[in-house]
């Protein structure tokens, strides 16, 4: 008997431990609508270019650039048996769930998942000529532009002389997007980033040195301090070395406010918030030397604005 208790407690145990390890699995498995809505077409388009470049040939390697959750993967692995699948992932939460996918699967034409940034400058050189097809599902048009150069520069390093490089999404053709839900769809993509310039510490990683000009439209004087101070942070960090700043709106010229409608125009904006009215030139000017700007050109603008145009100092290094 005791046999008999000792046999059944090891069998719960082995079944708890059994369901949390499923249950941890499933919490690791990211699943996307849109993934398993468009697998099946896209199946169809590798078994056609497997069965056309590379009949013969067994395994197929292929090395797919932003896996995404792993659904992909596995499908696909599940149905040409002969792919040998090569995920890759930058995004850690991704990467993870590609592993529960290919635990949960034990397909053994499905590899770990390695990371990898498709934007590098330099491919890792053991990709080099390793693969013979390269897959990247959506992902063109949901990174910068600096993402589709790596991509290509990618292809070219990891693929073998007769490599295929296969990528999947909407695009734009000889110019033109077609139908109206792409129109809108690309509308959609290109809605403006979420920016604090007020926050104590900006988080500028992905937008360093990217942009050639920085523009900001009355902002200026209806804001408080703290928001100047962090737009030439800002600027100090997203402009490109011959990077522009150019800034619009009304201000005090050398300690003086004139004509007197932006005199009466200061007292308003108090009125509405006491952080805000209209900053002097010469503080804007220190806070753009703190952060490697000058003021280049100042210009006059009707109803009494100015358009000041900064620019970087020319002993600034990046």
């Known amino acids: 008997m005791p046999n008999v208790t000792l046999f059944i407690s090891c069998f719960f145990m082995f079944k708890n431990f059994r369901q949390r390890k499923i249950a941890n699995m499933s919490n690791r498995k990211l699943f996307y609508d849109a993934s398993d809505r468009n697998k099946s077409p896209i199946l169809q388009v590798i078994k056609k270019v497997v069965s056309e470049k590379f009949e013969s040939k067994n395994p197929v390697n292929v090395l797919e650039v932003g ?6 993967a596995v499908y696909f692995c599940k149905e040409i048996q002969k ?3 090569q995920p890759s992932e ?7 769930s590609i592993k529960a996918y290919l635990e949960e699967s034990k397909l053994p034409n499905l590899k770990s998942p390695i990371e990898l940034d498709a934007a590098a400058d330099t491919p890792p050189i053991e990709l080099d000529h390793q693969y013979d097809m390269l897959v990247s599902v959506n992902l063109v048009h949901i990174t910068p532009w600096r993402c589709s150069e790596g991509l290509f520069r990618l292809a070219g390093k990891a693929l073998r002389p007769d490599g295929v490089a296969l990528t999947y999404g ?3 053709v000889h110019g033109k997007i077609t139908p109206e839900s792409n129109v809108q769809f690309n509308r959609y993509l290109k809605i403006p980033l979420k920016l604090d310039v ?3 510490a900006i988080s500028t990683s992905k937008l360093d040195h990217r942009y050639d000009m920085l523009v900001a439209i009355n902002l200026i004087h209806v804001s408080p301090w703290k928001c100047s101070e962090g737009l030439f942070s800002l600027a100090g960090n997203v402009l490109c070395p011959k990077g522009v700043f150019l800034t619009y709106g009304a201000y005090s010229v ?8 932006n005199v009466q125009f200061n007292k308003y904006l108090k009125s509405q918030n006491p952080e805000w009215g209209l900053r002097d030139t010469d503080d804007l000017e220190n ?4 952060n490697g700007l000058e003021l280049e050109t100042m210009f006059d603008m009707p109803a009494n604005n100015k358009t000041l145009l900064w620019r970087r100092l020319h002993s600034t290094k990046l």
């Open 254 to 261: 050398h300690g003086k406010i004139s004509p007197d409608s």
């Open 67 to 72: 896996s995404g959750t792993g659904q992909h």
């Open 90 to 96: 930058i995004h850690h939460k991704n990467i993870d």
């Open 198 to 200: 007020s926050a104590d």
């Open 287 to 290: 806070e753009a030397r703190k």
């Open 170 to 172: 909407p695009y734009s």
């Open 83 to 85: 792919l040998l699948w």
